[in-house]
């Protein structure tokens, strides 16, 4: 192999080189793009679920409510 020869192919990869360099980080920011957005979604499944723990106590105080008021129609009922 000539010395012309070699360093046509060293060219070739490294030119080969930066273009897979290129795609990587391509990928890169689509990966932090795609983290992101799995974050934002993250993030609103938390505060959704903050909500569902907020109404599910409010339904439990409003049973309890309801059981106390069944009991006392009971016992107005009795009482007439």
């Known amino acids: 192999m000539t010395n012309e020869e070699f360093q046509k192919l060293v060219l070739e990869k490294l030119i080969g080189l930066e273009q897979g360099q290129k795609e990587i980080l391509s990928e890169i920011k689509n990966?932090?793009?795609?983290?992101?957005?799995?974050?934002?979604?993250?993030?609103?499944t938390y505060h959704e679920t903050e909500k569902i723990s907020r109404v599910e106590a409010k339904l439990d105080a409003l049973n309890d409510r309801t059981f106390e008021h069944e009991a006392d129609i009971r016992l107005l009922k009795k009482a007439r």
């Open 31 to 44: 990966l932090k793009q795609a983290d992101q957005a799995l974050l934002d979604l993250v993030e609103k």
